[in-house]
């Protein structure tokens, strides 16, 4: 008898799983990742799912562990459908690896855009369409198998970047910056993969808060247009969760992955923190359920990533003797002081650039220069020179006018001369010049709608 039950034990090992992958919607005590169920999954997403999971790796961890890296995104084009490039969005989990319910948060996003498109979600297919959603599920894999806050090397890898490194004294802040391979391979693939990104979110474990910069100094950043304009928007509709920045709402802290991302990226930057109820014994809900109101937050953060920077364009010119007006409008949520408008000739070539000018957010300004008419050239063009953000990191971009049209007396859309080159001197005589919009206008403001827990149809 005894030897049968030895048998059936035997049995029962050989045949049991060595890894069980850990699909959410199990029970809580079930669902937290190791990085060997973690690598089961993402690699199930990357069969799976070929057109949308591009699956790659940021670098390893000190002990060699793969950092994975999950992309999503309609891959079938490098672009928007009208040709413009793609919004990024970056997000990474587990910094701290006793912090399971923030990397969970990390997991279930992407796998709410995965299983969207599987399931055909019109606003999952819209956002994959015009969008790049790159997700570092777990930074600390040598953390998270010990479930320690620290890495193998007893490092707080969110105290290890380099911006401010270790000004408040902070505890295990690392030997000097980067001095880890974790926070140094998150570093160079936002520099490197996702520069242009226009949302990171860094997510962690502890009081129920959104933080944003800073954390090295009390004071508001200098976006705080763009992070106070989204704290409105998410207590609106979405959650009451607590936004505040970092310092203040939680204390002073410096080297941190949030400080990096805004001060030396220029990214908009939160750290999403869920809250510490994560070691209940015997809870029987599901992860979807427990996380729903932060997946909600996350999906409004994802879908109108569009507007997280300035977005300009021109919406008239005119001439008049040696004035040029312009009247520019700023589509999106953060305002740019550093805007410049620019003639080029048909060679690329910059013959005139105005002063710099600020466009508030969410609004229009008309701004007036001294301008010589006399470099008009029949092929020239405009473009808008700007950072799409005020702080200093932030990126420029240059962002051709196209589709100009000329009006000859007023600004009556009817009325457009057709066979006249544009700025040909000699329908220069012209006052005003409409200019359309390059930007998709009509796009913005259907999506533009005030209940940010709807679908939001392009
Ligand atoms: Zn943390």
């Known amino acids: 008898m005894r ?10 090992c050989i045949l049991a799983p060595t890894v069980q992958a850990q699909q959410p919607d199990l029970t809580q005590e079930h669902w937290y990742h190791t990085y060997a169920t973690l690598t089961v999954d993402v690699n199930a997403w990357a069969d799976d799912y070929p057109d949308i999971v591009d699956l790659t ?17 309609d891959w079938s084009n490098d672009t928007k459908p009208d040709g413009s490039l793609k919004d990024i969005v970056y997000i990474d989990g587990g910094h701290h690896g006793n912090e399971h319910l923030g990397t969970e948060l990390a997991f279930l996003t992407a796998e709410h855009y995965i ?69 140094l391979a998150n570093s160079i693939y936002m520099n490197t993969v996702v520069p242009r990104a226009d949302l990171y979110v860094t997510m962690h474990t502890g009081v129920w808060i959104m933080l944003y910069p800073w954390g090295i100094v009390p004071e508001q950043p200098i976006d705080w247009e763009l992070f106070h304009g989204i704290r409105e928007e998410v207590h609106a509709n979405i959650s009451s969760i607590p936004i505040q920045n970092a310092n203040q709402g939680l204390y002073p802290n410096s080297g941190t992955s949030r400080d990096y991302g805004y001060g030396i990226m220029g990214f908009p930057t939160f750290t999403f923190e869920t809250d510490d109820e994560q070691w209940l014994p015997g809870s029987l809900e599901s992860l979807t359920s427990r996380l729903g109101e932060e997946l909600d937050v996350m999906e409004y953060l994802i879908s109108n990533v569009w507007y997280w920077r300035a977005r300009l364009t021109v919406d008239a010119l005119a001439l008049t003797g040696d004035m040029l007006t312009a009247k520019v409008t700023n589509h999106g949520m953060a305002t740019t002081a550093n805007a410049s408008l620019e003639y080029l000739d048909e060679t690329g070539e910059v013959q005139w650039a105005s002063p710099l000018f600020t466009v508030n957010a969410t609004n229009a300004t008309s701004v007036s220069f001294s301008f010589d008419q006399t470099i008009l050239s029949s ?11 005020i702080i200093n990191s932030a990126m420029w971009v240059n962002e051709t006018q196209l589709d100009v049209a000329l009006d000859s007396e007023s600004t009556d859309d009817d009325r457009f001369l057709t066979g006249f080159g544009v700025f040909n001197p000699f329908s220069v005589v012209v006052s005003f010049i409409g200019v359309s919009v390059v930007l998709d206008r009509r796009n913005r403001d259907a999506l533009h709608v005030n209940d940010a827990k709807e679908p939001r149809q392009a």
């Not at 670098?59 to 890296?69: D, S």
């Not at 999952?124 to 998270?144: F, K, P, Q, Y």
């Not at 007893?154 to 902070?170: K, S």
């Open 3 to 12: 030897a049968l039950a030895v048998c059936v034990l035997l049995l029962t």
């Open 57 to 73: 790796v940021a670098g390893q961890t000190e002990l060699g562990r793969n950092l994975w890296v999950v992309r999503i995104s």
């Open 115 to 183: 299983e969207g498109w599987a399931a055909k979600d019109p606003e999952v297919v819209r956002v994959l369409t015009t969008t790049e959603i790159h997700v570092l599920v777990m930074l600390n894999a040598d953390g998270n198998d010990i479930n320690t806050r620290w890495n193998i090397n007893q490092v707080d890898l969110n105290r290890n970047y380099d911006h401010h490194w270790n000004e408040h004294d902070e505890t295990q802040p690392g030997s000097g910056p980067f001095s880890e391979a974790e926070t």
């Open 379 to 389: 092929n020239g063009v405009w473009n808008l020179n700007y950072q799409k953000r």
